[in-house]
């Protein structure tokens, strides 16, 4: 590995140690109840340093999600680049991620991941936050979908994106709430999938994508 590679490596490794060592504390406490001091304090490094790496305190809760950000965009551009169609490939990726009871589809019952998506969602803050991850997905994703057919600018890929991702977000809310509300996993698995399957089969039918 290269000098440059490593570097990267360490960075990545103080990135995930500093999210890990924020998340324990806010699911101890409460996201509100702990100061960023706080925060590298305990993961032993100073308030400058912690900034270089999460620019704002929420940052720290959702690096657990930073790989999904542009996701869906990059399984349509494999999509594309395979010939196959982006909705079908979404739908697959995300069938597949119920499977593998992948936490960002809501469907996964450990008590840890439970705990993070009830911090996740009853925090004023982190939802705020989401909001804006949430729409920088969608231009990541309406990239995808415009390239070569008007671009990422074009109103079509835009208004495709956006109900791409609030359809992501409402299939993954309501598996949390069946989850939280005491459904087994393995027993909501089907109705899961299904719902996956009518709800990309709704886009299907009023997306040119």
Known sequence: MTVSGLRELKKERTRQTLSDTAVELFLERGFDAVS?????????????????YFPAKEDLALYRFADHEDEPARVVAAARAAGAEPLAALRDHVLAGLARRDPVTGLNDDPRVLAFLRLLYGTP??????????????EALAAALGAGSGGADSLAARLAAAQIVAVLRVLAHENVR???AGERVAELLPDAEAATREAFRRLAEGLPY
């Open 178 to 180: 069946r989850v939280e």
């Open 36 to 52: 960023v001091a706080e925060i590298a304090a305990a993961a032993e490094v100073s308030k400058p340093t912690l900034f270089r």
């Open 125 to 138: 803050a982190l939802v705020a936050r989401m909001a804006a991850y949430q729409g920088r997905s969608e």
